[in-house]
T-cell receptor
Framework: RKEVEQDPGPFNVPEGATVAFNCTYS??????FFWYRQDCRKEPKLLMS???SGNEDGRFTAQLNRASQYISLLIRDSKLSDSATYLC????????????FGQGTTLQVKP | EAGVTQFPSHSVIEKGQTVTLRCDPI?????LYWYRRVMGKEIKFLLH????????ESGMPNNRFLAERTGGTYSTLKVQPAELEDSGVYFC???????????FGNGTRLTVT
């Protein structure tokens, strides 16, 4: 079983749609969580951190449910430029700097 | 501020040859990481330096891989001898704090034929 699991998609949505991605993690000791965005043949870039209280950055909202070991990302009013792969990432347990990546969810926003 | 830079961007070598990848982290970032993505798989951790010390090398696949960070600045990752399964994209990343988000370089795409 993968440590971080995501639905690979692809998710094909029209411009303006709201889309949600989900992710589960297996290590209950993981402390920090992130969503990264990766464009085709580019490096991953930090999109946002994820907090238990939920956090919002413009059209993006991230949620963490520690009891269910579940993370989500909601994108409102999708833009063509949102097309990318979204990576769910957990920080390893303990004092490590190691990140555990999910396989990524591909989003394609169409006009 | 200059980002994380990696060299080369692409490398094609034959099985059995040696390749050395280089990473220059963001200036002032003590934490430096190597990750790898092989075709169809998720990005996987290789190792973590804090300054010049190896903090965690649990992800290194085998002893054909050697990473160094002499002087705590740039890092190299050497693969010797390379095997076909080493093909993939090797990412370097750096951060100021250990549990923060990482800044990734553009990656080195390694093809072993």
């Amino acid at each position: 079983r993968k440590e971080v699991e995501q639905d690979p998609g692809p998710f094909n949505v029209p411009e303006g749609a709201t889309v949600a991605f989900n992710c589960t993690y297996s290590n209950s000791a993981s402390q920090s969580f992130f969503w990264y965005r990766q464009d085709c043949r580019k490096e991953p870039k930090l999109l946002m951190s994820v907090y238990s209280s939920g956090n919002e950055d413009g059209r993006f909202t991230a949620q963490l449910n520690r009891a269910s070991q579940y993370i989500s990302l909601l994108i409102r009013d999708s833009k063509l430029s949102d097309s990318a792969t979204y990576l769910c990432v957990a920080h390893g347990s303990g004092n490590t700097g190691k990140l555990i990546f999910g396989q990524g969810t591909t989003l394609q926003v169409k006009p | 501020e200059a980002g994380v830079t990696q060299f080369p961007s692409h490398s094609v070598i034959e099985k059995g040859q040696t390749v050395t990848l280089r990473c220059d982290p963001i200036s002032g970032h003590d934490n430096l990481y190597w990750y790898r993505r092989v075709m169809g798989k998720e990005i996987k951790f290789l190792l973590h330096f804090v300054k010049e010390s190896k903090q965690d090398e649990s992800g290194m696949p085998n002893n054909r891989f050697l990473a160094e960070r002499t002087g705590g600045t740039y890092s190299t990752l050497k693969v010797q001898p390379a095997e076909l399964e080493d093909s993939g994209v090797y990412f370097c990343a750096s951060s100021q704090v250990r549990q923060g988000g990482l800044h990734f370089g553009n990656g080195t795409r390694l093809t072993v034929t």
